[in-house]
């Protein structure tokens, strides 16, 4: 069926023509007006022109960017402080210093285990730990 009679078969529209992967029943929603392929608003009828040009894609940025959290720079600091909170865990169980469970889940991109009582005074002498602000006063 290619159209549908909305507002109590007073407006006769077409039909959007997304259909459901599970089922493979075709959408029941009005298809949108501006759309393109003929898809309702839940189906990408609304948006078929995003900015092309670089300076549209920054205005794009710039008007959802609410803080400076979630930028590269930012997720690549606070990826780098958690691959030392990591290693600091792993020293403390090196040394015998806890026995606390591990923190489960997903690591950090730069996280290298620490295995060894080498290692850990590799971290003490390196001052690897020490770049944390506000951990040491030098």
Same mark, same amino acid.
């Given at each position: 069926m290619k159209t549908l009679l909305t507002a109590g078969g007073k407006i006769l529209c077409l039909r959007?023509?997304?259909?459901?992967?599970?089922t493979g029943v075709q959408c029941g929603r009005p298809a949108?007006?501006?759309?393109?392929?003929?898809?309702?608003?839940?189906?990408?009828? *609304?948006g078929n022109s995003?900015?092309?040009t670089s300076s549209g894609r920054q205005r794009i940025i710039d008007a959802h960017t609410k803080s400076g959290r979630y930028t590269k720079e930012a997720k690549?600091?606070?990826s780098k402080a958690s691959a030392r909170l990591l290693r600091l865990e792993d020293a403390l169980h090196?040394?015998?210093?806890?026995?606390?469970?591990?923190? *489960?889940g997903r690591k950090a991109g730069s996280y290298v285990p620490v295995t060894s009582i080498d290692?850990?005074?590799?971290?003490?002498?390196?001052?690897?730990?020490?770049?944390?602000?506000?951990?040491?006063?030098?």
């Open positions: 959007c023509t997304a259909k459901s992967k599970r949108s007006k501006l759309s393109k392929t003929q898809k309702c608003h839940m189906h990408g009828g *609304r995003a900015p092309k690549f600091e606070q090196v040394l015998g210093m806890t026995s606390a469970a591990r923190t *489960r290692e850990v005074a590799e971290i003490l002498f390196d001052g690897a730990l020490h770049s944390v602000n506000g951990s040491v006063d030098h």
